[in-house]
């Protein structure tokens, strides 16, 4: 499996742009990278996936490097609602158990 | 409201006893996983079922065990409780398809 690197903590102001790094230099290529989010002490919830292309969803959008090494989720307008911490998993694509690192804790600053 | 149904959302109870705990997956979701998160820890994938078989396991002791059934709700047993079991325990589901996985609100475990 591959391991995912991501720093513990960021901080971003409300209103700008976060941009969250996950390195994944071990990344197989038939393994996906998801992101999923977890408000405290709520269930995690997903967020979005990609496999080498770029992705966009009505949350966040998803940059995979062209080597597919690294990625980065971008929250467009970040809210304060988006305080949560924010996992990288990289995963074959199907009914594959999915587990879940440290993540990236963002506080979303008014 | 996620679609998949823990019960119960609190549960109290005393070392060395025996809770089992229940998730109702989303319909016509095939697999079912389950988490514990204890307090401020990360979340410890536990099983892994897809139409009634076991398929992945992870972090499960031995005192706890986990089934699903027909219907396709599992039940999570937790014995021989222990003071360091008290967490937050996540089911969670996932239809066909790419491991987009829906999860429930949780069911909160003391054990005093």
């Known amino acids: 499996d591959a391991k995912t690197t991501q720093p513990p903590s960021m901080d971003c102001a409300e209103g700008r742009a976060a941009n969250l790094p996950c390195n994944h230099s071990?990344?197989?290529?038939?393994?996906?990278v998801y992101w999923y989010r977890q408000i405290h002490s709520q269930g995690p919830q997903y967020i979005i996936h990609?496999?080498?292309n770029n992705e966009t969803n009505e949350m966040a959008s998803l940059i995979i490097t062209e080597d597919r090494k690294s990625s980065t989720l971008i929250l467009p307008h970040a809210t304060l609602r988006d305080t949560a911490v924010y996992y990288c998993?990289?995963?074959?694509?199907?009914?594959?158990?999915?587990?879940f690192g440290a993540g990236t804790r963002l506080t979303v600053k008014p | 409201d996620s679609g998949v149904t823990q019960t119960p959302k609190h549960l109290i109870t005393a070392t060395g006893q025996r809770v089992t705990l229940r998730c109702s997956p989303r319909?016509?979701?095939?697999?079912v996983y389950w988490y514990q998160q204890s307090l401020d820890q990360g979340l410890q994938f536990l099983i892994q079922?897809?139409?009634?078989?076991?398929?992945a396991k992870g972090n499960i002791l031995e005192r706890f065990s986990a089934q699903q059934f027909p219907d396709l709700h599992s039940e999570l047993n937790l014995s021989s409780l222990e003071l360091g079991d008290s967490a937050l325990y996540f089911c969670?589901?996932?239809?066909?398809?790419?491991?987009?996985?829906?999860f429930g609100a949780g069911s909160r475990l003391t054990v005093l």
């Open positions: 319909s016509g979701d095939l697999s």
């Open positions: 071990t990344i197989s290529g038939n393994e996906y």
């Open positions: 990609g496999l080498k």
């Open positions: 998993i990289v995963r074959p694509g199907t009914n594959n158990d999915m587990r």
């Open positions: 969670a589901s996932r239809g066909s398809g790419a491991n987009v996985l829906t």
């Open positions: 079922y897809y139409n009634g078989e076991e398929r």
